[in-house]
T-cell receptor, first 113, second 111 residues
Framework: DSGVTQTPKHLITATGQRVTLRCSPR?????VYWYQQSLDQGLQFLIH???????AKGNILERFSAQQFPDLHSELNLSSLELGDSALYFC????????????FGPGTRLTVL | GEDVEQSLFLSVREGDSSVINCTYT??????LYWYKQEPGAGLQLLTY?????DMKQDQRLTVLLNKKDKHLSLRIADTQTGDSAIYFC???????????FGTGTRLTVIP
């Protein structure tokens, strides 16, 4: 158990819908990262937050957004969902901005029908 | 841009050593990582190595880094059936915080 929690574990929804994925980092960690794992794209970095501020963006679609709240939990919002958004979404956390180790949560499996 | 490559599959017999290889293109990589993903589970950090090192050992795991050839390997000694999983190589470039992952190698341990 990495100490990073993600909810829900599974999510099934329809095209065009909007969903919110939630992540709670390890106690004391200030950085949260979101990654997407899909069959065709592999594991890709989406976005990084540090202590409430956005630090870096990767291959994140404009339909996707994220935020980190004062209690340091983070939410990833996915809207206008398409079939191709079906994937495993991971959250990872680390202590500081450039901490060498990132600890991953169990992931949320999103299925878009 | 970064590119991290791994072979897709590896099969070994229980008790043998496994060697999983990875090549990367970004010469500014600062840290290189090995993560393990079991079915239905998240990514477990196994070990990492700083780019100015060439070897790191941690119990049954040995990481070798050839920075000149941009080649990283993970050796698992005395491989057990519980080691069956997908192993991801990842790099973190200088000035970056996020990780860039390879395609993953599916290790199958045959009893």
């Amino acid at each position: 158990d990495s100490g990073v929690t993600q909810t829900p574990k599974h999510l099934i929804t329809a095209t065009g819908q909007r969903v919110t994925l939630r992540c709670s980092p390890r106690s004391g960690d200030l950085s949260v990262y979101w990654y997407q794992q899909s069959l065709d794209q592999g594991l890709q970095f989406l976005i990084h937050y540090y202590n409430g501020e956005e630090r870096a963006k990767g291959n994140i679609l404009e339909r996707f957004s994220a935020q980190q709240f004062p209690d340091l939990h983070s939410e990833l919002n996915l809207s206008s969902l398409e079939l191709g958004d079906s994937a495993l979404y991971f959250c990872a956390s680390s202590l500081r901005d450039r901490e060498r180790r990132q600890f991953f949560g169990p992931g949320t499996r999103l299925t878009v029908l | 841009g970064e590119d991290v490559e791994q072979s897709l599959f590896l099969s070994v017999r229980e008790g043998d050593s496994s060697v999983i290889n990875c090549t990367y293109t970004d010469s500014s990589s600062t840290y290189l990582y090995w993560y393990k993903q079991e079915p239905g589970a998240g990514l477990q950090l196994l070990t990492y190595i700083f780019s100015n090192m060439d070897m790191k050992q941690d119990q049954r795991l040995t990481v070798l880094l050839n920075k000149k050839d941009k080649h990283l390997s993970l050796r698992i000694a005395d491989t057990q059936t519980g080691d069956s999983a997908i192993y991801f190589c990842a790099e973190r470039a200088t000035g970056a915080n996020n990780l860039f992952f390879g395609t993953g190698t599916r290790l199958t341990v045959i009893p």
